[in-house]
């Protein structure tokens, strides 16, 4: 049996019409709907909640009226809205400091190289080669925090070990002359 417009209009009242009309065909083919919806508050500010709403039927099967209940997650859905905004802010922050460094990083490591032709002394020399080795221990650890920074955004994927045992493989503290 088909729902009375009455029902219909009942969800209408705070719920977009092509809304309410899914919410009310689902109800008529399952008995029961959920899901989120949102309207307009009798002020005119907007009102977002979890509805859950099912159909009572009499002995016979017939629906006789609609039961429901709801959760207003107005203010829930706008933190979020909030933290994904901080997200992608902070995310362009750190892109862009990230590449300030690693141009800073270069032009270290320009200097280094260019250094490196005019030392005799070995002390020096030895001290260079540090100097060289812990700029480029900067830059591996500035490129990683690319890799920090998308964890958790993408879906989780099988990654070769290799890279990251060579990456420790190859990292030494400096030892004291």
Known sequence: MRLRIREFRILSLWTPEEESREIVDALQKTGSWSGEVSGTRKDGSEIVVELAVSLVRDAHGVPVAMMGSFVDITERKAAEEALQTA??????????????????????????DLTQREIDDPTLSRYHTEAEKAANAIQKQIEFTKVYEDLGVH???????????????????????
């Open 87 to 112: 997200s992608k802010k902070l995310h362009l922050l750190s892109g862009i400091t990230r590449h300030d460094i690693l141009n800073q990083v270069m032009a270290l490591q320009g200097y280094l």
């Open 155 to 177: 879906a989780p994927t099988w990654q070769p070990l290799s890279p990251l045992i060579e990456v420790i493989d190859h990292t030494h503290p400096p030892h004291p002359p």
